[in-house]
């Protein structure tokens, strides 16, 4: 167990709606990133969060938002859903940005289908 | 950046080694090369991580060629639950200050009785 949790672990959603996932970061983690992952492919980064504040994207649409508490916590927000946005979909959280060897844990991940 | 490659899949008997290469001919001299593992629909698990050095932990060891543009994932007994995809993974950064993972297709280890 890596203490990161995310809710839901399951979500089906219809094309165009909006939907909301959320992650629990590890005790005395500040750094969250958030990380796509369709069927049968690796995992692909959607953005990082440090201390509130976007810290990196990667090739993702704006509908892709998120955002970071006082407390670490992060949900990751996604707009007008399309049906390739299916997937599972990950956040790790890390101790923070100073060290060249921090290291990402990972949460369970939230499997999203749109219908 | 760094790219990886590594074989789609390799089988194993249980208790025998698993060793799993990675091609990272690219990789600058201050870049780390990860190892996760991805148990099937859950999440990335991490290994194990090294510059030059050999590293050694409780659950595997990695071996980095001296012209650090390979490297070996070792499990010394491989055990069904070690049936897995297996991540070799140099970062990238997201800013100045960030990295992210950049995750291929990895490879998928069976563990045979």
């Known amino acids: 167990e890596t203490g990161v949790t995310q809710s839901p672990t399951h979500l089906i959603k219809t094309r165009g709606q909006q939907v909301t996932l959320r992650c629990s970061s590890q005790?005395?983690?500040?750094?969250v990133s958030w990380y796509q992952q369709a069927l049968g492919q690796g995992p692909q980064f959607i953005f990082q969060?440090?201390?509130?504040?976007?810290?990196g994207r990667g090739n993702f649409p704006p509908r892709f938002s998120g955002l970071q508490f006082p407390n670490y916590s992060s949900e990751l927000n996604v707009n007008a859903l399309e049906l390739d946005d299916s997937a599972l979909y990950l956040c790790?959280?890390?101790?923070?940005?100073?060290?060249?060897?921090?290291?990402?844990?990972f949460g369970p991940g939230t499997r999203l289908t749109v219908l | 950046d760094a790219k990886t490659t590594q074989p789609p899949s390799m089988d194993c008997a249980e208790g025998r080694a698993a060793n799993l290469p990675c091609n990272h001919s690219?990789?600058?001299?201050?870049?780390?090369v990860y190892w996760y593992r991805q148990i099937h629909s859950q999440g990335p698990q991490y290994i194990i991580h090294g510059l030059k050095n050999n590293e050694t932990n409780e659950m595997a060891s990695l071996i980095i060629t001296e012209d650090r543009k390979s490297s070996t994932l070792i499990l010394p007994h491989a055990t069904l639950r070690d049936t897995a995809v297996y991540y070799c993974i140099v970062r990238v950064a997201t800013s100045y200050s960030g990295y992210a993972l950049n995750f291929g297709k990895g490879t998928s280890l069976l563990v045979t009785p």
């Open positions: 005790s005395g983690h500040n750094t």
């Open positions: 969060y440090y201390r509130e504040e976007e810290n």
């Open positions: 790790a959280s890390s101790p923070g940005l100073v060290s060249s060897t921090d290291t990402q844990y």
């Open positions: 690219t990789i600058s001299g201050n870049e780390y």
